[in-house]
Structure formats: structure tokens, C-alpha cells
């Protein structure tokens, strides 16, 4: 929220009051869905994700759907809520497919962002290794699903790991579809659209899903994830 001076307050006040009258302005409730800052340095991910990479899918993609939906929602029932109510809300109803699709890729982009990290990749450790070797069979065959999952997905979309119940599960979702919306538990998420690496790999969409896989994957971030699913 930010509070801005009343100019009418303060015309009347005079400068040596401006301190004390402090309004609430339409246009801090106008906005209300926040763009989170990145969780490292935009060259951090570099060369497996590349600056300009971050740069356009942070700074404009990502920013995009948050300005879109705020736009959307600004007057309406869900200009109050958070992220993931507006996400759940509207998911399959016909009438607010657009508030759907900017709010889930919203909160899917922050999602994304929180699974990579600079000195990520290698394996998870602990209760989240026992279970992903319990469901999948092994690491390696958790490893080979997931990255099926990501270049399989017809189009864009996006592959996750997830917690459907007591079960991993990998899972792919299609354009701006999200685990979040279905009542399943996401732990990662990997962006498969073309933005997220065709400036870096062109085409070689597998080539982008491995190196990710292998160098970036947060598994930290999906620990906690885990422990609190
Ligand atoms: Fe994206």
C-alpha cells in the first residue's frame, strides 16, 4: 500500500503540515498484486539462462502480467484477494479465462524464479530424496520423467513436480495452467513457453530443460515446499 499527500490537505494545511495528512490513494488500490524482485542478479543464471533472457522474461513478460491483471481486477470481487484465491477463483470459469490466465502466470513466473538458483541442480537430500525414490523409483527416473514432461509439452506450458495427496507426481500444464489451480502441492516448476530460452537455445528446447535440470534446479526451495505440503 503507499499513502500519498492529499494536494487539497496540503494546500490548505500549508508546508509546515504536510506530515500529518496523509491520504490513501485510488491508485494504490488500483494496484495490488505486487511484482516480487527476482531472487538473484539477473546474469546469475548465466550461461545456462542467459541476462537478456531474465531481462525480457522478467522485465517484461512476467511485469506484464502483473500490470494486466491489476487492470483486470481493479472494481471487481477480486481486487482484494491474493494471488492465489484470484488463481483458484477463476479457474474454469469461462466468463474470466483472461483474469485467470494473467493471475496464474503471475504466480506460476514467481514460482519459476523461486526454482532456479545459481548454484542449484545435483539431487535433493533427506525425506524428499526417500519419497522421489519411493514414487519415481530413482532420482535418474524422476530426472528422465521430468524432462520428458517439459519436452513433451505440446506448445507452451510448463513441467512441474508435485505433491497430489501422500504421492510425487510429475505433471505437465498447458499455457498458463497450474498445478495451484487443481489442489495439487507444487515443489518445482520449469517454463517451457519460448520466451524462457529461445533467445539462449533457439529451438533446443531439451537442451535448455537438461541444463536446467542439471545446474539450477532449487532443491532447497523445493525441500521447504515438501515440509510444508
Ligand atoms: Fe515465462
Request: charged share 15%.
Amino acid at each position: 500500500m503507499s499513502w500519498q499527500l492529499s494536494r487539497r490537505a496540503a494546500l490548505k494545511l500549508g508546508a509546515a503540515a504536510v506530515a500529518s495528512v496523509w491520504v490513501r490513494t485510488p491508485a494504490a488500490e488500483a494496484a495490488p498484486i505486487a511484482l516480487p524482485p527476482l531472487p538473484w542478479e539477473e546474469g546469475a543464471l548465466a550461461p545456462v539462462i542467459s541476462a537478456q533472457t531474465i531481462s525480457f522474461h522478467y522485465g517484461k513478460h512476467h511485469r506484464t502480467y502483473v500490470d494486466n491483471l491489476n487492470k483486470l481486477i481493479a472494481g471487481t470481487e477480486f481486487a482484494d484477494l491474493p494471488l492465489e484465491a484470484i488463481v483458484q477463483r477463476t479457474y474454469g470459469k469461462p466468463n474470466q479465462t483472461a483474469i485467470f490466465n494473467n493471475a496464474a502466470q503471475a504466480w506460476n513466473h514467481t514460482f519459476y524464479w523461486n526454482s532456479l538458483h545459481p548454484k542449484g541442480g545435483g539431487k535433493p537430500s533427506g525425506k524428499l530424496l526417500e519419497q522421489i525414490e519411493r514414487d519415481f523409483g530413482s532420482f535418474d527416473q524422476f530426472r528422465t520423467q521430468l524432462a520428458q514432461a517439459a519436452v513433451g509439452q505440446f506448445g507452451s506450458g510448463w513441467a512441474w513436480l508435485v505433491k497430489n495427496g501422500n504421492r510425487l507426481e510429475v505433471v505437465a500444464t498447458s499455457n498458463a495452467d497450474t498445478p495451484l489451480a487443481t489442489g495439487k502441492k507444487p515443489l518445482l516448476t520449469i517454463d517451457v513457453w519460448e520466451h524462457a530460452y529461445y533467445l539462449d537455445y533457439q529451438n533446443r528446447r531439451a537442451d535448455y530443460v537438461n541444463a536446467v535440470i542439471e545446474k539450477l534446479l532449487h532443491w532447497e526451495f523445493a525441500a521447504a515446499q515438501f515440509a510444508s505440503a
